[in-house]
């Protein structure tokens, strides 16, 4: 229909007689945001979501809901309150949940939103650990950031090595937390982590050389920097004088 009005009204009888066809749901949200029709939208789905008895179909309309409460009428407890429902109906509603974390992402609820990503990574541990690393990355990012808990932060991180041994990300985001509140000791178990999986020998190289220079500026523990810059492992190695095979020197050693 030419006329967006008439084809909202045409969309809305459609939706109404079968709510379950996808295509004209996607129409009918289309029209509704051309037509500012949000009021008419919102109104259609609470009567079928209130007659329906199937619990996704309802948990999926209050999702909706919530969404069109938030993102086009500014509405948030009515959103937060929609979305809140969803999830007593279907607690592990992915789609929920991470409706409710844009929401709570939106009004500044860290508290909040960490325990959504919390729960999102304990959902997809099994099934999807990439996405639940991913989650664990973000949510590291948000207790040190914004809850100011690193040590949380942190625990989020080694938990995600667990799901993903040896993930580059999750080794990078250690690395930086560990730098930034100067725990050497735990910095240096993440960079012993990465030199075992590095393949280049620059690399490698240059990690050993970052453990010995924490050893020794950092824990004044100058046995554990030699040892730390003459270990071998079939890549490299230092000589007794101290020296690298490219010429590069241990300056502690003379």
């Not at 999807?128 to 207790?143: D, F, G, I």
Request: proline share 2%; glycine share 6%.
């Amino acid at each position: 229909l030419a006329d967006p009005e008439s084809a909202f009204t045409v969309l809305q009888a459609a939706f109404n007689e079968d709510h379950t066809n996808d295509r004209t749901a996607e129409e009918f949200e289309r029209l509704a945001s051309k037509t500012k029709k949000w009021a008419e939208l919102l109104n259609q789905y609470r009567e079928v979501e209130e007659r329906t008895d199937d619990i996704h179909v309802k948990a999926d309309l209050l999702v909706k809901m919530g969404r069109w409460h938030g993102s086009e009428l500014g509405q948030m407890d009515e959103a937060l309150s929609h979305v809140q429902r969803a999830l007593n109906i279907e607690p592990e509603n992915m789609q929920a949940l991470g409706t409710l974390g844009a929401l709570y992402r939106k009004t500044g609820r860290w508290a909040d939103l960490a325990n959504i990503l919390s729960r999102q990574i304990r959902l997809n541990e099994a099934a999807e650990p990439a996405a639940a690393v991913e989650t664990s990355l973000e949510l590291a990012q948000l207790y040190d950031r914004d809850l100011a808990d690193h040590t949380q932060a942190i625990t989020t991180l080694r938990h995600a090595l667990v799901l993903d041994p040896g993930n580059q990300s999750t080794l990078d985001a250690l690395d930086r937390l560990y730098r930034t509140h100067q725990c050497w000791d735990d910095l240096i178990g993440v960079l012993q982590e990465k030199a075992a999986l590095v393949e280049d020998a620059d690399a490698l190289i240059a990690l050993r050389l970052e453990i010995g220079r924490l050893y020794e500026e950092e824990l004044e523990k100058n046995d554990r920097a030699i040892g730390a810059y003459r270990e071998k492992d079939g890549r490299f190695e230092i000589d007794p004088a101290g020296e690298f095979a490219d010429g590069t020197r241990f300056r502690g050693a003379q």
